[in-house]
Every structure is written in structure tokens, then in C-alpha cells.
């Protein structure tokens, strides 16, 4: 990999500061609560002892079984999970769990006692909210409520009527499941209010959120079941073309999301228009964001339904169109390229066009060749450099699995037997203007803190910090490696 150029300054990164990677379900108390409330803050309050300017999260959309955020089912919806119901006051909120209840089912049971309140107090503010987002909103509560009506979410697989959204099927399934709307609103008002509460406590200690928009949505995803002209499916709503990557670092064999692909010429003739909403809802949220698999903007693995993962054949996009689009809505482009994995200099010259920053990770720069543009002295500062991210083993215990040779690579490198701490003060000590390490590298946690193994599924998605495990010290340590490379937060 040759030394890049350096692309025109960003206007996304500030001057040099550093930030945490730490997703809301993997708050401590974030089962107990919920995450966006106690949890939140008391993470908040040690971000700040620690000199962190950003806490970067995962997408906060509505997840299924396997409980991962990129297999988004909105492009609006918050995740009702992450709802912290001890703040909420409503009755049956605070209410204990029954027995052996399951956390999922009291924790429900608890936000759907709180938006009953909501409704049947008529407050104001959520009305208001309510129709100014019923360009979403409607869909979504009646796609939810379709859902626990057949047991599915997979809507290909309901009635004809309300597959094909015939308008007398949607006209008797908004009356029929009104109620259950109502009050499916009345939750993500509560999930939208209790996270603007949370930005304004960030932006009060001087902490961006940073946030994360995948790329692709779930098959059964309400955004495709109501704009199905702008996803490549099959007659019956079903993906015919599913997104993936070609064999790389994380998977040998490729691997294969199965998430519907984009239609680009409809999208194009539509102005972008859904795409442009997708990302101002998610800058309604964050101070900026990072665009997962940004290179299938530039060209996209597509994959026939049914085939293996390298089977697929990459496919043009209309990347530069879109970013041009957003540009001029939004007059600036607060976005990260998720730039890992293939690209080429195509994807780079996208990335550049339009100065978006991209990412670098330490973890990939030790393969022996001086060039690999992850190693720290080939970076320039318009990028957000990282230990490892969430699909990444921990630092802990990808230096625990390196062969002798690459080891001794590292050792040379960062000068000092002590790995750990050297990757990450070579990390503060870089050019780059943003530093992100995962709270697990901060704290020296190994395999078993993992977030995330592409392409499997399993005990993915499930981590979650104790505070226990981390050292009374370590903020003030943290600060103290900050302030050694001017990566303190002002204030």
C-alpha cells in the first residue's frame, strides 16, 4: 500500500483531541435502566475527567434477534431498549420485575406503561413531535404493530394486501391497530426526547457525539417495505441482489450481509431525496458521523440471492452525485469515510473529491511492508486513527494472538516491551487530529471484551463494561497521556 496524498483539510475534525468508542448497550447499568439515562451520565462525567473530546457510539436504530446495530430496521426509528426508564416517572415504569422476568420483557413492559401516561396525558410536545414526524413515524408504529400481528417482521411474508401496500389493506390496518400506533409513537418520542437530554449533557461537558450510519438497511426494514422502488428485490419484496464484501482480512471467504442493494438510478431520479432525509435524521442525533462501507458509494459487492459471497461482481454507484446532493442541502459534510477493507483509488479519490476524512487502524499496519498507509508515520491529519473498532479483537488480545515475527515488528515500532501502552501513545502521539480507542483498549481488556467477529453470528454485540474492571486511575492517567500530546479537550 503506497503513502497517500494529503487530501484537503476536512472541516469535520477540530484541532488534535482524542475520543472513546464505547456503543450504549455496553454501558454498565445499561440492563438495568436502559442506557440513556444514569448510565449515560456517569460515562459522560468520566469522559470528561479523562480530557475526551468524543464518544463514539454504533447505529441506534432498532435491532433484531442477533442484536446488531448494522442490520438497521429504520433510518429514523430509535432503539425503544436503549430507553431509560427509571428517569421516565411514569406509572409502571419503576415497577419491579416479576420473578425470573427477562430484562427485554419487564424493560417493555415498563416503556409501554410510560407511553400509555404520555397519551393519555395529551402533552403537548409530543403531539407536536408526533406530526411532525408522521412522515415516518406513521409507517413505522403500523409496521410494528403488522409485525407482532404475524409474528413476523419479515413483510414479504404478510398478506398480499399489505405487502404490496394496497391502500384499503392500510386503511383497515391503521384502524385496526390504532391504539397500538399511538403508543409505538409515544415510545420513540420518549426515546427521541431522552436522547436530545443526552446531547445537551454531552455538548455541557464539552463531548461530540459520534455517530454511525451503516450503510445498508435489513431486508425487512420498514424504509424498504415503504420505498421498494429504491432496493433491488424480487416480485414478492425479497432481496434479488444482497450486499457483502469480497474475501479480505476479516473473512477469507467474503461475506455475505444479505442486505438488500440500492437502486441507484432511482435514487437518482429522485433527487437523492431519501438519502438526504437518512442523513439529516442521523445529524439530528450526532455532531457528525461516520458512513460505514463508505467504498460502496464508489462501487458495490453486489451478490445474486442465493450465491456465495465471492461470487459477487462490483457494481458502479452513484457516490459522487450523493455527496454533491448532501453538500448542498446541508452546506458542509460532518461525515467520516469508513474507508477499510478494498480500495482503490477510485474510492479514494471519492473520499478526497469531497474531504472527508478516513480512518486508520493501528492493528492493520504491522504486515511488514514501511508503505501500509496504517502504519502512523505514512498518516496525515485528516483522518481519525484508531487502535482497533468494534470488529476488531480487542488490543489485549490481538497482541496476545501475533505470530513472533510481527510481534517484534511491534516492539520495534512503538520502542518498548510494553506493547500495550506503547501502540496507544504512539497512537496520541500521531499527526492525526482525532485518536479513537475502544474503552476495552483504555482499560487493557482481552478477547473476551470483543465486540464483534464479522461474518459470524452468535455471542456478537453482547459486551458490556464493568466498572470494576477499570482502574481507579485510569482517567486521570488517560488525561495525563492526553495532555502529553496536546489532546485535551479545551475547558
Same mark, same amino acid.
Given at each position: 500500500m ?12 477540530? =484541532? ?20 440513556l439515562?444514569?448510565?449515560?451520565d456517569h460515562?459522560?462525567d468520566?469522559l ?5 473530546g @468524543? ?19 429504520s ?5 425503544p431498549r436503549l430507553?431509560?426508564v ?11 420485575? *416479576? ?12 416503556v ?10 395529551g ?8 406530526a411532525?414526524q ?9 409496521a410494528?404493530?403488522l409485525?407482532e =400481528?404475524?409474528?413476523t ?7 398480499a394486501?399489505l405487502?404490496?401496500? =394496497?391502500g384499503t389493506?392500510?386503511g383497515?390496518?391503521r ?8 403508543e409505538v409513537a ?6 427521541h426526547?431522552?436522547?436530545?437530554a ?8 464539552g ?13 425487512d ?19 434479488a441482489?444482497?450486499?457483502?464484501v469480497?474475501p479480505?482480512?476479516?473473512? @477469507?471467504d ?5 442486505n ?5 438510478s432511482e435514487h437518482?431520479?429522485?433527487?437523492f431525496a ?6 439529516g435524521?442521523?445529524? *439530528?442525533?450526532?455532531d ?5 462501507h463508505?467504498?460502496?458509494?464508489e ?7 442465493g450465491a ?10 452513484a ?8 453538500? *448542498?442541502?446541508?452546506?458542509s459534510?460532518?461525515i467520516v469515510a *469508513? ?5 482503490t483509488?477510485?474510492?479514494e479519490a471519492?473520499?478526497?473529491a ?9 492493528q492493520?499496519?504491522f ?13 496525515h491529519?485528516? @483522518?481519525v ?19 513472533? %515475527?510481527?510481534? =517484534?515488528? @511491534?516492539?520495534?515500532y512503538?520502542?518498548?516491551?510494553? +506493547?500495550?501502552?506503547?501502540l496507544l501513545?504512539?497512537l496520541?502521539?500521531s499527526v492525526?487530529r +482525532?485518536?479513537?480507542?475502544?474503552v476495552?483498549?483504555?482499560?487493557g481488556l ?6 464483534n467477529?464479522?461474518?459470524?453470528v ?6 458490556q ?19 502529553r ?5 479545551? %475547558?
Open positions: 503506497a503513502t497517500e496524498t494529503r487530501p484537503v483539510r476536512s472541516g469535520v475534525l477540530r =484541532e488534535r483531541e482524542f475520543g472513546v468508542l464505547l456503543h450504549l448497550t455496553s454501558l454498565p447499568g445499561a440492563t438495568t435502566w436502559g442506557a439515562g444514569r448510565a449515560a460515562f459522560l468520566w470528561a475527567l479523562s480530557g475526551a @468524543v464518544w463514539q457510539i454504533l447505529p441506534l436504530g432498532p435491532v433484531g434477534a442477533d442484536g446488531s446495530p448494522y442490520y438497521a430496521r433510518t429514523h426509528a430509535g432503539n430507553i431509560d427509571e428517569a421516565l416517572g411514569a406509572p409502571g415504569a419503576g415497577a419491579g420485575r *416479576e420473578g425470573d422476568e427477562p430484562f427485554d420483557r419487564w424493560h417493555a413492559r415498563a409501554a406503561a410510560a407511553a400509555r401516561a404520555l397519551i393519555e396525558l402533552e403537548p410536545g409530543f403531539l407536536e413531535w408526533r411532525a408522521s412522515f415516518w413515524l406513521d409507517d413505522y408504529a403500523l410494528v404493530a409485525a =400481528e404475524h409474528a417482521s419479515a413483510w414479504w411474508e404478510w398478506p394486501a405487502r404490496d401496500r =394496497e389493506a392500510l383497515a390496518a384502524a385496526r391497530h390504532a391504539a397500538r400506533c399511538l409515544a415510545e420513540q418520542y420518549l426515546f426526547h431522552q436522547w436530545r443526552l446531547r445537551a449533557r454531552a455538548a455541557a461537558r463531548i461530540r457525539l459520534f455517530g454511525d450510519l451503516p450503510m445498508y438497511l435489513a431486508p426494514a420498514v424504509d424498504v417495505w415503504v420505498h421498494r422502488e429504491l432496493f433491488e428485490l424480487d416480485a414478492t419484496g425479497q432481496p441482489t444482497v450486499a457483502g469480497p479480505d482480512y476479516f473473512a @477469507v467474503g461475506q455475505l450481509w444479505g438488500p442493494v440500492y437502486r441507484w437518482r431520479r429522485s433527487g431519501w438519502w438526504l432525509e437518512r442523513l435524521a442521523e445529524l *439530528e442525533l450526532c457528525f458521523v461516520r458512513l460505514d463508505f467504498r460502496a458509494l462501487s458495490y459487492w453486489a451478490i445474486p440471492a456465495r459471497a465471492r461470487d459477487g461482481v462490483w457494481c458502479p454507484a457516490g459522487a452525485e450523493l455527496l454533491a446532493a448532501a453538500r *448542498e442541502r446541508f452546506a459534510l460532518p *469508513e474507508d477499510l477493507g478494498v480500495i483509488p477510485a474510492v471519492l473520499r478526497d469531497f474531504a472527508l476524512p478516513g480512518m486508520r487502524v493501528l492493520f499496519g504486515d511488514g511492508n514501511p508503505s501500509n498507509v496504517h502504519l502512523p508515520h505514512n498518516w491529519g485528516d @483522518v486513527a484508531y487502535t482497533g473498532t468494534h470488529d476488531n479483537d480487542t488490543l489485549a488480545g490481538w497482541l496476545a494472538g501475533l505470530d513472533a %515475527g510481527t510481534r =517484534e515488528r @511491534v516492539r520495534a512503538v520502542g518498548s516491551d510494553s +506493547l500495550q501502552e506503547g501513545r504512539v496520541f502521539g492525526a +482525532l485518536a479513537v480507542v475502544p476495552q483498549d483504555l482499560v482481552g478477547s473476551g471484551a470483543r465486540m467477529v464479522p461474518g459470524t452468535g455471542d456478537n454485540w453482547r459486551w463494561l464493568d466498572w470494576a474492571s477499570v482502574p481507579s486511575d485510569l482517567a486521570s492517567r488517560t488525561r495525563a497521556l492526553a495532555a500530546y496536546a489532546r485535551v479537550r479545551p %475547558g
